[in-house]
Nanobody
């Protein structure tokens, strides 16, 4: 089964940028539509960005539109999330996984993003 490892989080000031990476193992990765999720303390995990298998179609939750960009490199089995103009409310643990709940993979450990004001 595909395994997911997220990286790239850290502490950044408001207005700063981070680029998250998700490394996926397994040959079937390129067939999955993927998504980035985040979970803030005391809140439910939410999907913030999705990308189809080829990378030609992306969607974002309203709160990150215009600031976050999801991309993928199927040759490298990677999914990325470029986050610009970060806000304190973006503070959360970020995870990648399949867009489809029915095809959901085991969750990775996530990567912590902390935005200071």
């Amino acid at each position: 089964q595909v395994q997911l490892v997220e990286s790239g989080g850290g502490l950044v000031q408001a207005g700063g940028s981070l680029r998250l990476s998700c490394a996926a193992s397994g040959r079937t990765f390129k067939t999955y539509a993927m998504a980035w999720f985040r979970q803030a303390p005391g809140k439910e995990r939410e999907s913030v960005a999705t990308i189809n298998w080829s990378g030609s179609n992306t969607n974002y939750v309203d709160s990150v539109k215009g600031r976050f960009t999801i991309s993928r490199d199927n040759a490298k089995n990677m999914v990325y999330l470029q986050m610009n103009s970060l806000k304190p409310e973006d503070t959360a643990v970020y995870y990648c996984n399949t867009k489809s709940e029915q095809l959901r993979l085991n969750w990775g450990q996530g990567t912590q993003v902390t935005v200071s004001s």
